[in-house]
C-alpha cells in the first residue's frame, strides 16, 4: 500500500511541473556545467526572451576534450527556440562538431499541422508533439520521440520514472525525481542510442542534472538560473 502511495505523490508532482508553463514565463537564463569524468569542461547556457505570449529562447554549448594534450572531441553549438501560445513555431541551429558542420531548419506548416525540416541528418516532415532534445524544457519528459538539435533527426525514445531521490550541487540540496530516458529501438548503434538519467525539480519545473555514459561519464549539471 506504502509502495502505491508514493508512485501517486511521484505522479502527481510530475504532472504539477510538466503542466505550469508559469516556471518558463519568468524566466531569463538557465546557466549548465558540462563535466566529463567529473571534471568541468565547457557549458550549456539558455537565454529567455518574453513578449507577451511568445518565447524565444538561445542557447550556447561549448566543451573541448583532450587527451595528452590533443583534442578528441569538441562542439561549438548556438540556436534559437522560438514559441508562440506554448508552441514550437521555428528552431535553428548551427554547430561545428570534431570541426564538421551540422545544422537544422526547422518551422511550424500551419496548414499541415507539421514541422518542416530541414536538417543535416535529416530532411522532411514531423509530427508536432515532437521536442526539441534540449535540457531546458522538462516537456522532454512527456514525449514519444525527441528532435536533435545538432541535426535534425528524430529519435524515438522511452521515458522511465524511478524514484524520488534528494542530491547535492554546490552545497544546496534538491528534492528531485528521477528519470531514464533511452532508445526505443535497441538495435540502434551504441553512438546512436538514447541512454540519459536526469533529475527534476518538479516544484521549480527545471532540469537540475543529466547523466549518461559515452568514453567516459557525462553530466550536465545546473549551475544557476533566474
Not at 505523490?9 to 508553463?21: K, R
Not at 538519467?197 to 549551475?223: A, H, N, Q, T
Request: with cysteine; charged share 30%; hydrophobic share 35%.
Amino acid at each position: 500500500m506504502k509502495k502505491y502511495f508514493i508512485v501517486i505523490i511521484l505522479i502527481f508532482l510530475c504532472s504539477n511541473a510538466f503542466s505550469h508553463s508559469d516556471h518558463y514565463k519568468n524566466l531569463t537564463k538557465i546557466e549548465m556545467d558540462v563535466l566529463r569524468n567529473g571534471e568541468k569542461i565547457g557549458f550549456s547556457n539558455y537565454y529567455f526572451k518574453h513578449d507577451g505570449s511568445n518565447m524565444e529562447v538561445k542557447n550556447n554549448t561549448e566543451f573541448e576534450v583532450k587527451l595528452l594534450g590533443i583534442k578528441v572531441l569538441s562542439i561549438k553549438s548556438t540556436s534559437v527556440e522560438k514559441y508562440k501560445n506554448e508552441k514550437l513555431v521555428f528552431f535553428k541551429s548551427n554547430t561545428i562538431q570534431n570541426d564538421k558542420k551540422k545544422y537544422v531548419n526547422l518551422r511550424l506548416d500551419e496548414n499541415l499541422n507539421k514541422f518542416i525540416i530541414d536538417g543535416s541528418s535529416f530532411k522532411g516532415e514531423a509530427n508536432i508533439n515532437n521536442v526539441i532534445g534540449n535540457w531546458w524544457n522538462s516537456k522532454i519528459l512527456t514525449v514519444d520521440t525527441q528532435i536533435s538539435p545538432l541535426s535534425g533527426s528524430i529519435k524515438e525514445q522511452t521515458v522511465k520514472l524511478i524514484k524520488k531521490e534528494n542530491i547535492e550541487i554546490d552545497g544546496k540540496n534538491y528534492e528531485t525525481i528521477k528519470f531514464k530516458i533511452k532508445s526505443k529501438d535497441d538495435d540502434l548503434p551504441e553512438d546512436k542510442k538514447l541512454n540519459f538519467k536526469l533529475w527534476l525539480d518538479p516544484r521549480e519545473g527545471l532540469i537540475i542534472k543529466v547523466s549518461y555514459e559515452r568514453l567516459g561519464k557525462w553530466e550536465y549539471i545546473l549551475k544557476s538560473f533566474e
